[in-house]
């Protein structure tokens, strides 16, 4: 069989009798993920991860799970990255366009400006970054549709119960992920290669901080705004053991970081459910606590995200 794949991972091995090939993780033009080998190769530089190739191909199955064992391999045209790297649904441009309207229409000038600031300043990467490296919204444009998600959920919570300060809880929502273009790398096909030295060492939470402490000293800011925002941006993971700094410690903070949560759960519950047919189950997900998710007869297609105006 013939088709084209997307390199996902690539490793250079050697057999038991020293011969070198490759263990590759390709997805296939089916959307769907393969274990892979090409057997008795020396690759030399000429393939690498994230390149799109163009194979042949015999599907045998080991231990139960379908394989690829590539007889024939070589560069797939350029313009046929598009059809395989996973990306939002929803146009960043837009989305971002969105989330400064309603960041725009605050009536309070400290976040506004605060918050529009920031955005505007990192604009360029904010409209195309993944949200992840390899969890929830690791797609190109995944950072905005990520924020504009948890704005929309916000948007109806705050309609439930009237005391929340919408204002805050939107600009929580707007930064909580902003320092994720410090914390990732993002290679040619726009989804991320790994974390920075700055990522590592501070970590997005922190910095997000950081950003919003120097961007109101810019400003000339110095309200109890500052602080609030500070802390949602700082605890938004919730519990020290998932990377928090401290614990949410008002009710605009803890809605930021269950609506966070919630929405990358329901992501990957969709993204495993959408990986096999109806009536079938996924394999475990690491990210759901090892657990198989079930398709109850939901297709591809129906896994949609509805974003406001």
Same mark, same amino acid.
């Given at each position: 069989?013939?088709?084209?794949?997307?390199?996902? &991972? !690539?490793?250079?091995?050697?057999?038991?009798?020293?011969?070198?090939?490759?263990?590759? !993780?390709?997805?296939?033009?089916?959307? %769907?993920?393969?274990?892979? +080998?090409?057997?008795?190769?020396?690759?030399?530089?000429?393939?690498?991860?994230?390149?799109?190739? &163009?194979?042949?191909?015999?599907?045998?199955?080991?231990?139960?799970?379908?394989?690829?064992?590539?007889?024939?391999? $070589? %560069?797939?045209?350029?313009?046929?990255? +598009?059809? #395989?790297?996973?990306?939002?649904?929803?146009?960043?441009? =837009? *989305?971002?366009?969105?989330?400064?309207?309603?960041?725009?229409? #605050?009536?309070?000038?400290?976040?506004?400006?605060? *918050? $529009?600031?920031?955005?505007?300043?990192?604009? /360029?990467?904010?409209?195309?970054?993944?949200?992840?490296?390899?969890?929830?919204?690791?797609? *190109?444009?995944?950072?905005?549709?990520? @924020?504009?998600?948890?704005? /929309?959920?916000?948007?109806?919570?705050?309609? *439930?119960?009237?005391?929340?300060?919408?204002?805050?809880?939107?600009?929580?929502?707007?930064?909580?992920?902003?320092?994720? @273009?410090?914390?990732?790398?993002?290679? +040619?096909?726009?989804?991320?290669?790994?974390?920075?030295?700055?990522?590592?060492?501070?970590?997005?939470?922190?910095?997000?901080?950081?950003?919003?402490?120097?961007?109101?000293?810019?400003?000339?800011?110095?309200? &109890?705004?500052?602080? !609030?925002?500070?802390?949602?941006?700082?605890?938004?993971?919730?519990?020290?053991?998932?990377? =928090? =700094?401290?614990?949410?410690? #008002?009710?605009?903070?803890?809605? !930021?970081?269950?609506?966070?949560?919630?929405? =990358?759960?329901?992501?990957? #519950?969709?993204?495993?459910?959408?990986?096999?047919?109806?009536?079938?189950?996924?394999?475990?997900?690491?990210?759901?606590?090892?657990?198989?998710?079930?398709?109850?007869?939901?297709?591809?297609?129906?896994? %949609?995200?509805?974003?406001?105006?």
């Amino acid at each position: 069989m013939a088709s084209f794949a997307y390199i996902k &991972e !690539l490793f250079e091995k050697k057999d038991k009798n020293g011969n070198g090939y490759l263990d590759l !993780l390709v997805i296939g033009s089916d959307k %769907k993920e393969y274990p892979a +080998k090409v057997w008795q190769f020396d690759n030399n530089g000429q393939f690498e991860k994230d390149d799109v190739v &163009e194979i042949e191909y015999t599907l045998d199955n080991y231990r139960g799970k379908n394989q690829l064992t590539i007889t024939s391999i $070589k %560069k797939a045209p350029s313009d046929m990255m +598009k059809e #395989f790297v996973p990306a939002s649904e929803h146009d960043g441009k =837009a *989305v971002f366009a969105m989330l400064l309207n309603k960041v725009n229409a #605050f009536k309070d000038e400290e976040l506004k400006a605060i *918050v $529009k600031d920031i955005m505007l300043q990192n604009r /360029e990467a904010l409209e195309v970054f993944p949200a992840a490296y390899r969890l929830h919204h690791a797609i *190109v444009g995944g950072l905005m549709l990520h @924020t504009a998600s948890i704005v /929309e959920m916000a948007e109806k919570t705050c309609e *439930v119960y009237p005391n929340i300060n919408r204002e805050l809880l939107l600009a929580g929502a707007i930064l909580h992920d902003v320092a994720k @273009t410090f914390e990732m790398n993002t290679g +040619k096909t726009g989804l991320c290669t790994g974390y920075t030295v700055g990522g590592e060492l501070i970590g997005h939470l922190v910095k997000g901080a950081m950003m919003v402490n120097d961007t109101a000293k810019k400003l000339g800011i110095s309200s &109890e705004t500052v602080t !609030l925002l500070e802390h949602m941006i700082l605890s938004h993971h919730g519990i020290p053991e998932y990377g =928090a =700094a401290v614990r949410p410690m #008002f009710l605009e903070a803890e809605i !930021l970081s269950t609506l966070d949560s919630l929405d =990358a759960t329901i992501f990957e #519950f969709n993204s495993a459910a959408s990986k096999v047919e109806p009536g079938e189950f996924s394999d475990r997900q690491w990210m759901l606590d090892n657990r198989k998710v079930f398709n109850h007869g939901l297709a591809p297609s129906d896994y %949609k995200v509805n974003l406001g105006e």
